[in-house]
């Protein structure tokens, strides 16, 4: 598990593991293959399209775990790393963290899924605005981005899949009605 530290951000280290550029590969040619089975796009605009939303995938899991990390300051138990792993963002706390309460938890856990929403809400309104724009990549772009972040970032973050922020909420309201 080699990574890079890419920099901070609030004192939080922002790094990538090399699966992260196999997951960017996979995330291109599948989006690629969308904007060319979908859209009917010729192959090199298939592929541009596609590797074009590979930055825009990763933007909005940034945005959403920065949400997290700013709900975590605010509580007073801050993020420690944001790390881009294969298809998506994890983020790790410090690992001698006290004993929170389950509240503090749930707030942290919904910190990111606001910020997917606001911005599926922004990305939807480019949806509008550029579906009358000639060439359709501008359109396709924003409604990807729109749907990745509605759908996978703020949707999908209250799924119980073991990592997701809705495995959190479970987690902790169960403890707090215990």
Not at 123 to 151: E, K, T
């Amino acid at each position: 598990m080699r990574k890079v530290t890419l920099g901070q951000i609030w004192g939080i280290t922002i790094s990538a593991e090399a699966s992260a550029l196999i997951g960017s590969l996979f995330l291109w040619l599948g989006q690629s293959a969308l904007a060319y089975w979908l859209l009917r796009a010729p192959l090199n605009e298939a592929l541009l399209a596609g590797f074009l939303a590979v930055p825009l995938f990763w933007l909005g899991d940034f945005l959403h775990q920065l949400g997290h990390a700013w709900v975590a300051r605010r509580v007073g138990y801050p993020m420690k790393e944001i790390r881009f792993r294969g298809f998506l963002i994890v983020t790790f706390y410090p690992r001698h963290e006290p004993k929170l309460p389950a509240r503090t938890h749930i707030k942290r856990a919904l910190g990111g899924p606001p910020v997917s929403l606001l911005i599926g809400i922004l990305a939807f309104g480019l949806v509008l605005l550029a579906r009358n724009i000639p060439n359709g990549m501008v359109w396709w772009l924003s409604l990807l981005f729109f749907l990745q972040n509605f759908f996978i970032f703020f949707l999908g973050a209250f799924l119980p899949l073991g990592f997701t922020d809705g495995s959190t909420l479970l987690k902790y309201m169960r403890q707090r009605n215990k």
